[in-house]
């Protein structure tokens, strides 16, 4: 519980437009079943050292921005400066949802050596209308083939704006902690504190960050992570 209680107290969330996380419009519940426009490809490693697999859509991926900007590849370079000899496979999606999460979550997940996933998926949902228990049966599924590999588990957590109505906007909200408490893994609130609804650190679109809040969102992500980490 203090879980949603930390994530509502991160922002009002008024008018912060998430329903487009993902370049995908808002649209409505007959979208929710369509498939995410998504290139499938096998995420590119380059050694057999113990991998961290960042899953997730268009915030993994890098909308909008270089390699370098994207946070998979700030994370390396936090991990490399800090003594972790860990290479961080970027497998973000643009339009990805939950769905399509699970749909290459086997191939993903069987990287050499993976030993840490980093999940960052539902906004897409959001974005769709789709039934927030599917939504949280596809993490769960997902988190259920990591743990299987015995692959630790950093789950990010998402924000639902009031306009969903406020029986959707609890649940939605709730999911994530949910998740994280049955199945007893680590779990980040929401990795766009400090970078939601600044509009300095955003893209023209003001939903994707820029090269100065990917660093901000990276810095999020690599304070939940480092102590799941043995140098």
């Given at each position: 519980?203090?879980?949603?209680i930390?994530?509502?107290?991160?922002l009002?969330?008024?008018?912060?437009?998430l329903?487009?996380?993902?370049?995908t419009?808002?649209?409505?519940?007959?979208a929710?079943?369509?498939p995410?426009?998504?290139?499938l490809?096998?995420p590119?490693t380059?050694?057999?050292r113990?991998?961290?697999?960042?899953?997730g859509?268009?915030l993994?991926?890098?909308?909008?921005?270089?390699?370098?900007e994207?946070?998979?590849?700030?994370?390396?370079?936090?991990l490399?400066?800090?003594?972790?000899?860990?290479?961080?496979?970027?497998?973000?999606?643009?339009?990805?949802?939950?769905?399509?999460?699970?749909?290459?979550?086997?191939?993903?997940?069987?990287?050499?050596?993976?030993?840490v996933?980093?999940?960052?998926?539902g906004?897409?949902?959001?974005s769709?209308?789709?039934?927030?228990?599917?939504?949280?049966?596809?993490?769960?599924q997902?988190?259920?083939?990591?743990?299987a590999?015995?692959?630790?588990?950093?789950?990010?957590?998402?924000?639902?704006?009031?306009?969903?109505?406020?029986?959707?906007q609890?649940?939605?909200?709730?999911?994530?902690?949910?998740l994280?408490?049955?199945?007893?893994?680590?779990?980040?609130?929401?990795?766009?504190?400090?970078v939601?609804?600044?509009?300095?650190?955003?893209?023209?679109?003001?939903?994707?960050?820029?090269?100065?809040?990917a660093?901000?969102?990276?810095d999020?992500?690599?304070?939940?992570?480092?102590?799941?980490?043995k140098?």
């Open positions: 519980m203090h879980y949603t930390r994530i509502f107290s991160v009002s969330f008024t008018v912060f437009a329903f487009s996380f993902g370049c419009p808002s649209i409505g519940p007959a929710a079943n369509r995410a426009e998504r290139t490809k096998t590119e380059v050694s057999s113990p991998k961290i697999i960042a899953f859509d268009s993994t991926a890098g909308f909008g921005l270089s390699e370098k994207s946070y998979p590849y700030l994370l390396q370079e936090k490399k400066a800090d003594g972790f000899d860990f290479e961080v496979i970027n497998a973000g999606v643009s339009g990805d949802t939950s769905l399509g999460g699970l749909e290459r979550a086997d191939w993903v997940l069987d990287q050499e050596n993976a030993q996933l980093i999940l960052e998926l906004a897409n949902d959001l769709r209308g789709a039934p927030v228990a599917k939504m949280k049966s596809n993490l769960d997902i988190i259920r083939k990591a743990k590999r015995n692959l630790k588990v950093l789950l990010c957590g998402m924000l639902a704006p009031p306009t969903m109505g406020a029986d959707y609890r649940q939605f909200v709730a999911a994530f902690p949910d994280a408490a049955q199945h007893k893994i680590e779990f980040l609130p929401f990795l766009l504190e400090n939601a609804r600044q509009k300095e650190l955003n893209q023209a679109d003001g939903i994707h960050p820029n090269a100065e809040g660093r901000i969102m990276a999020n992500i690599y304070k939940a992570l480092r102590p799941m980490l140098a």
